[in-house]
């Protein structure tokens, strides 16, 4: 079984910011933001493998005996074996991340990092006598991810019990979104101001220092983790999975309790001890997770009605650049749209095979 990483560190080490980020150049930010996530995830990772560790493999063995067949009968030693395998398993499956291949390669794709929807919100504002002023300008455009819900989640996800000391030093640079509610309600600046729009309530938020959402597909499913954001997938390097913080379902859900999924900030599980998903998991999750760790069944791909509950979120607090970190590229023929003429898919898979072929992955066509 993985011995916890003996993280040193916590929220005392951070130094609160003091100025307005966005009035600092990009690579100011880019190295703020690094800093912000490596001191976050430096204490995450001491809160869960050495403090909480011991009590997180408690409630997991429990688990496994009250819910795995045969677990009534298994001895503490067999318990423990079977937290070993779940952990080593998980740790092996793929880090993925689900995309549209139209709309990622319906023209040539010339981005070199994965960037958040935060960050790519980011946009110069037209104020005259002030060149060069941006902000955080966000729109609720994506029925499937609405802002005010995606908030809310992102904030349980990250902000547990143990960060609400300390001056919230972290928070200014994660937190603080409010809703535009009408041009004239921005502090500053006012132009270019659009009803409903979402900016930072606070100077010192740094939307580079939000998470990359990725999740491991411990089934094997064939169209990646979540065919809900598409059924082409990214596989990332394996070395993104060590400082990820993982959840027990999408942490979307935060934002309607009625689903009964543990992904708040207390229920983080490290790399270190994946196993302890299970204990966290919903009733289908665990079963899912069961016969593909325990009993090395490929899974198919989930229900729509359940995919929210089945996922296993990992959550990526580093800068993923496409150059070198990219396993594989793989491109299904699923996600073409009715209207797609034969030559126009054939444009989608040159390019695709471009971009692959660009960073150093493989890549893969599937149906």
């Known amino acids: 079984m993985a011995s916890p990483n003996m993280n040193p560190g916590g929220w005392a080490a951070g130094v609160a910011p003091t100025t307005n980020i966005m ?5 100011v930010q880019r190295t703020q933001a690094r800093m912000v996530q490596h001191q976050y995830v430096r204490a995450q990772l001491r809160e869960i493998n050495v403090r909480n560790g011991g009590a997180l ?65 980011v946009r110069k504002l037209n104020i005259p006598g002030q060149p060069g002023v941006q902000q955080m300008r966000l729109t609720n455009g994506d029925a499937k991810n609405p802002l005010g819900v995606r908030f809310k989640a992102d904030h349980q996800a990250t902000f ?57 597909n411990y089934g094997g499913r064939p169209h ?53 998903i299970y204990a966290k998991a919903s009733v289908h999750l665990r079963e899912d997770i069961y016969k593909s760790c325990m009993l090395n069944t490929r899974l198919p791909d ?24 990219l396993e594989a590229v793989v491109l299904s023929d699923t996600d073409r749209d009715s209207g797609t003429t034969p030559q126009e898919w054939v444009n989608i898979e040159n390019n695709a095979r471009a971009f692959a072929n660009k960073h150093g992955a493989r890549f893969v066509t599937i149906n």
């Open 302 to 325: 989930a229900m729509p009605s359940n995919e929210l509950q089945l996922l296993l979120e990992a959550h990526l607090f580093e800068r993923v650049t496409f150059s070198g970190n």
């Open 57 to 121: 493999i408690e409630e997991t063995l429990q688990a496994l005996r009250r819910t795995a067949p045969g677990g009534k009968k298994c001895s503490h030693e067999q318990l423990l074996q079977a937290f070993s395998v779940l952990t080593s398993r998980l740790q092996r499956a793929d880090l993925t991340i689900n995309i549209k291949g139209p709309s990622w390669f319906s023209t040539p794709n010339n981005y070199d990092f994965y960037g958040q929807m935060y960050e790519r919100a």
């Open 23 to 27: 009035d600092q150049s990009a690579r």
């Open 160 to 216: 547990g019990a143990n960060m609400l000391g300390n001056g919230g030093q972290f928070k200014k640079a994660f937190g603080g979104i409010g809703r535009v509610m009408s041009p004239g309600n921005l502090t500053a600046p006012t132009v270019d101001a659009q009803d409903g729009e979402f900016v930072a309530s606070n100077p010192y938020f740094n939307p580079k220092s939000k998470q990359v959402f990725a999740a491991l």
């Open 224 to 276: 990646g983790a979540t065919t809900t954001y598409g059924f082409s997938y990214l596989v990332l390097k394996p070395k993104f999975k060590t400082n990820a913080i993982y959840f027990a379902g999408d942490t979307f859900c935060n934002g309607f309790p009625d689903l009964e999924v543990n992904v708040a900030a207390k229920d983080q599980i490290s790399f270190e001890l994946l196993g302890a």
